[in-house]
């Protein structure tokens, strides 16, 4: 499936890993959970880097990609979360939004996590499946929306 039709999909609320709508684009599960709570945020409209959008975007997608990172700290009780931004191999803009835990194994838990073994991020029993996951996937969404909604009231009263 290509960028564009995985966009449309979520836009048309068919993707079972989508988690939220944002300002700058659409919040998602990964489709491999070897670290729990993995989370990606889609660009939209598409755009291939972040340089392409206006500052005004490039701070938003930069603020929701923040945003989703408290949300799944909050939901999976992380120890920390990894952000990243990489367009190598999938060139569109998106970013990988990683909790990262003590309990895993070394030597991987100092490695970035995309660096986990293929074998490791893809085996079956990682890979996302709406009776495991979608417990995690909507507690995310409820912190997420919480925050969302905390920003819109904390801007309503300064602009008041």
Request: include cysteine; glycine fraction near 4%.
């Amino acid at each position: 499936m290509t960028p564009s039709e995985r966009l449309a999909q979520l836009a048309d609320g068919k993707d079972q890993l989508l988690v939220m709508r944002l300002r700058s684009g659409f919040a998602v599960m990964s489709h491999t959970q070897f670290l729990k709570g993995y989370c990606l945020l889609l660009a939209f409209p598409q755009v291939e880097t972040l340089k392409d959008l206006p500052m005004e975007l490039r701070m938003a997608f930069l603020h929701d990609m923040a945003l989703i990172g408290e949300a799944v700290q909050r939901a999976t009780a992380c120890d920390r979360v990894n952000y990243g931004i990489y367009g190598n191999q999938d060139r569109f803009l998106h970013a990988h939004i990683v909790p990262r835990f003590d309990t895993e194994m070394a030597p991987f838990n100092t490695f970035p996590p995309l660096s986990y073994p293929a074998e490791i991020r893809d085996a079956a029993e990682h890979q996302y499946d709406v009776k495991v996951h979608r417990h995690l996937q909507t507690t995310i969404r409820q912190h997420l929306q919480d925050l969302v909604d905390h920003q819109r009231h904390v801007a309503h009263h300064l602009n008041s």
